[in-house]
């Protein structure tokens, strides 16, 4: 199965069959598969094909717990904390819809900076009678700790606000605007999609009401496995309008007149699950829980400073912090052509995106070599430099 031992960090690139094949640097948007995924999906096909229906007693049923605890313990929740959804928004949605606005005390405080699905499902909560305070970014396209605690207020419901940034992989220290947030007698909603796996994390000593984030990126979990953590004496106080009888204590009474929550994370989840997306899940967690989120931060943070440094060589630009405790993962070039650029390198199988405004995001993980940003640095300029440009995509910009 994995390496006996952690070991160095390059003894694990033998479980990411895409590393021989492509330079991968495009974690903050879908981490490299673990081999041992196919695997555990094949695991799925045959459970399904021999078990049949037995399986949802047999594990089904609670395994969106399963998923959820392996999830709590890289992010330092309890078991039984974190359920799994879809995907950040639809978690999301479900934390939402444990609130009410009441009195003065009805608006969402959010960031400029957040992913846009956010600021549409909050903006669209305006008709249930919330308000929604999106704080700008300042020219360095942040929205910081302090701008965020200016924004919170008695009117403040909850703050809904990222651990880090998308574009900038800045990251924000959640600690001053959950103090501020408390003072007021607001709830706060963490976004870890960005930080889980690649910036250790602490949810239960943060503070914070509720934390979503997905296996999708830096913990190689593949999509459909959105997570929501509560805090745990809060969650038993919830009750969800987004339901539906996944969080039901006696889900098989099939009584309308006992809705029962249950007293777990389950108690925020609605309809059947996508059972093959958590089998997908678990080998990535594992790793990374294996690896252990710290080494793969000291490992970051050499990988960023090193492509700073590299970039400051061929004097492009970048929108990157220079601090490295602000710095996540993800370092992003903004040269001119960014974007066909891009392509450019993905015609030669060198894997990035590009984001409108900040340009070529590069995102080295645990499994990527020092050699592998040199290289990707010379294909850059080698691109540049002849214009090699990549055809558009018919669909998504990546
Ligand atoms: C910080 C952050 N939040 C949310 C999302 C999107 O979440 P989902 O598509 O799972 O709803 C992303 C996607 O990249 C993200 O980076």
Known sequence: ?????????????????????????????????????????????????????????????????????????????????????????????????????????????????????????????????????????????????????EAIDETTLVVAFSHVLFRTSFIVDPRPVVERARHVGALTMLDVYQSAGIVPLDVTRLGVDFATGGCLKWLCGGPGNGFLYARPDLLATLHPRFTGWLALTRPFAFDVDDGELREDAMRLMNGTPPIPAYYAALPGLEIVGRVGVERIREHSKRMTAHLLELVDRRGWSTPTSRDPERVAGTVAIDVPDALPASRGLKARDVLVDYRPKVGIRVSPHFYNTFEELDRLVDTLGQVIADRAFGDAPSTRVT
């Open 1 to 149: 199965m994995f390496p006996a031992s952690p070991g160095a960090l390059a003894t694990w690139r033998d479980e990411f069959p895409i590393l021989h094949r492509t330079l991968y640097m495009i974690s903050n948007s879908l981490g490299a598969m673990p081999r041992e995924a196919a695997r555990s999906l094949a695991e799925y096909a045959d459970t399904w094909a021999t078990r049949g229906v037995r399986a949802w007693e047999e594990r089904w049923w609670e395994m969106a717990l399963e998923v959820g605890s392996a999830v709590a313990s890289i992010v330092g929740a309890p078991a039984g904390s974190v359920c799994m959804h879809d995907n950040v928004t639809s978690a999301q949605m479900a934390a939402l819809s444990c609130l009410k606005p009441e009195g003065r005390r009805r608006t969402i405080v959010c960031a400029a900076a957040d992913f846009p699905s956010m600021i549409h499902l909050y903006r669209a909560q305006i008709p249930l009678g919330f308000d929604v305070r999106v704080v700008p970014a300042g020219a360095d396209l942040n929205v910081d700790e302090q701008r965020l605690v």
